[in-house]
């Protein structure tokens, strides 16, 4: 009874080993799916397996299933039935889109390109005059502080005189002298005249 029993129990676990490599050995594809396979040692195979039931070498070769199935796609419209507020959507757009056209289109005579060319010009001229009135306010505040320099100038010379008298006055002479004898000095042609003789001499420097 018990070499029975042990031969049973081979026999089914025999048959559990052989259904488990029977079903590691089978894939199925479903309908709308397609399979490919995948070898450890070749890659990808070629052939692309269908619906069913599929063969494989457990261990050594993969299934690939993907989905072939059509996917619908929603595409957004602007007609049929949009609401109570469908005026405050489309409208707008309508609206540019009308507008646009029109534009485009639009031509303009040549009394208004003339108009326009004519204000072109005021502008520029009006410019023009604004900048000229700065420049005379300018040159009329230049005016205005070269005048007070002079003034005060003049103040001040009229109080050095008063103060120092003949004594400024000779000094500037002395001042003016050395500044003409220096400038001649610098000068190539310059001709002296010697106390002792009447002979002019051209003495370069």
């Known amino acids: 009874m018990a070499n029975i029993l042990n031969a049973i129990g081979r026999i089914g676990l025999a048959v559990a080993i052989a259904g488990g490599v029977a079903n590691s050995a089978l894939y199925n594809v479903n309908g709308g799916h397609r399979a490919v396979i995948f070898d450890r040692f070749t890659g990808i195979k070629k052939t692309v397996s269908g619906e069913g039931t599929h063969f494989l070498i457990p261990w050594v070769q993969k299934p690939i299933i993907f989905d072939i199935r059509a996917r619908p796609r929603n595409v957004s419209v602007i007609t049929g039935s949009k609401g109570q507020d469908y005026d405050e959507r489309v409208l707008p757009s309508i609206t ?38 700065e420049k005379a306010e300018q040159l009329k505040k230049a005016a205005v502080i070269s005048a007070e320099g002079d003034s005060q100038a ?52």
Do not use: W
Request: hydrophobic residues 50%; glycine residues 6%.
């Open 96 to 133: 540019q889109e009308v507008l646009k056209a029109v534009v485009t289109h639009l031509t303009f005579g040549r009394e208004f390109t003339a108009a326009v060319e004519l204000k072109q010009v005021a502008q520029q001229e009006a410019e023009k005059a604004r900048f000229v009135v």
């Open 154 to 205: 003049a103040s001040l010379l009229a109080k050095a005189f008063g103060d120092a008298g003949e004594a400024l006055v000779e000094l500037r002479r002395i001042e003016a002298a050395e500044e003409i004898a220096t400038n001649l000095a610098k000068s190539r042609n310059v001709i002296y005249l010697p106390g002792s003789q009447g002979t002019l001499l051209n003495l370069p420097q």
